[in-house]
């Protein structure tokens, strides 16, 4: 019988070599070079060290939960909370309940329970233990040139003549579009934006608290990913601000919008940096720009700039634990702010 504990250093070692049996080398590599950001370096570590727990079976660690701890805002309070990732059973283990085990006892030590992009494995046993299901978190996508519409699996001619037949279109879409308020580049997150954040928050009902320590961990000092970010400033005040990278894909070249903040009813202030995107995503080359929002007044921005919804990859699954919430809760998702820059959907 497996006990559940939670991590000491000395796990590092077991653990690589466990993620590396369940989730193959470049991931392991890949693990390695995020491990002491993501979990090491939190802010919002409680007691200062990694929240993850281990499975043990005598001196052997055959699974383990390790979760980023997050500050939540639900309804008007705020808890802690925490995104379960990097869960895992040794392959000999698997489908012994050893899984259920784990995700139970996060549950048990979580003021609430946060899931994204989950596999296949994970989500079942999300489903099984009837975590409520939100998901999946809605993505829209803009295009930008005539190769935005590209499908790998059909034939070059036909790829260029649906090109060709959506120009007019992606064309208008993708007009340039005056900004409406000073946009800046900036490489820090200052006091300003923990400000921004308590004008801000009211405007949701779920949201991860996006203060200036949370926003530079995870937007400034990733070692695995540079992000561009820029402030929307007015008068000196910061009123918004805007994460995004480009990626090559197969396909073609994306710009990933993954995180922006302003007050959802600013309509001016949120569609200023969706056009400043849209310029960088030019300049860059971009065939498209794709995102994952949730918010509804942030989506219909959205698409009021040209982004078209499209199918998620992204399941979201979550329990609320601190607070008391109604059933309905889960359901009315339409104030809250939840993007691809939360959790470690971004790798
Ligand atoms: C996800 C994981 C930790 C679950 O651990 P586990 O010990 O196998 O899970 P349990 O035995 O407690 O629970 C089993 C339930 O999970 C689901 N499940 C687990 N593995 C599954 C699989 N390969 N396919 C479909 N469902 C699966 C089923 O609902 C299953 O219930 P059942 O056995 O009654 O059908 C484990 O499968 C694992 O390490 N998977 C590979 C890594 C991974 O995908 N991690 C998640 C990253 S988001």
């Known amino acids: 019988m497996a006990e559940i504990e939670r991590f000491r250093m000395t796990d590092r070692r077991a653990i690589d070599s466990l993620y590396r049996r369940v989730f193959g080398q470049d991931a392991a590599d890949a693990n390695r070079l995020r491990w002491e950001w993501q979990y090491a370096r939190n802010p ?10 281990v499975a043990r079976e005598g001196p052997t660690l055959v699974g383990q939960y390790a979760t980023m701890p997050v500050r939540l805002r639900v309804g008007a309070r705020e808890i802690d909370a925490s995104w379960g990732m990097d869960v895992m059973v040794a392959p000999e283990r698997q489908r012994r309940g050893l899984g259920e085990i784990l995700f139970r006892n996060w549950d048990q030590h979580t003021g609430a329970s946060l899931g994204l ?17 939100v998901g999946p978190l809605p993505c829209l996508v803009k295009p930008i ?19 060709a037949a959506t120009l007019p279109l992606v064309l208008v879409v993708s007009r340039p579009r005056p900004l409406l308020a000073e946009v800046q580049p900036i490489r820090h997150f200052d006091d300003r934006f923990t400000a921004l954040w308590e004008r801000v928050a009211p405007s949701f009902d779920f949201a ?21 970010v820029v402030a929307l400033v007015r008068d000196g005040r910061v009123d918004g601000y805007a994460v995004y990278r480009h990626l090559r894909e197969p396909r073609g070249l994306v710009t990933l919008l993954i995180d922006l903040l302003a007050d959802p009813a600013d309509s001016n202030g949120v569609l200023t940096l969706l056009r400043w995107i849209d310029r960088e995503a030019r300049a860059a080359d971009s065939d498209k720009i794709r995102t ?28 609320i634990n601190a607070v008391e ?13 939840v993007t691809l820059g939360d959790s470690d959907q971004d790798r």
Do not use: C
Not at 299 to 316: A, N
Not at 325 to 337: N, Q, S
């Open 44 to 53: 919002n570590n409680p007691d200062g060290t990694p929240l993850i727990w």
């Open 117 to 133: 992009g989950l596999s296949e494995s994970s989500y079942r046993l999300f489903q099984k233990l009837q975590w409520p299901d």
């Open 145 to 163: 040139s005539r190769r935005a519409l590209r499908r790998p699996r059909w034939p070059t001619p036909l790829n260029r003549l649906v090109g």
């Open 208 to 228: 991860v608290r996006r203060d200036a320590p949370y926003l530079n961990w995870k937007f400034i000092e990733p070692p695995h990913v540079r992000y561009s």
């Open 292 to 319: 994952f929002a949730m918010h509804a007044g942030f989506r219909r921005l959205m698409r009021r700039s040209g982004y078209f919804t499209v199918k998620s990859t992204i399941e979201f699954t979550l329990k």
């Open 325 to 337: 919430v109604a059933p309905a809760f889960y359901r009315e998702t339409g104030r809250w702010h």
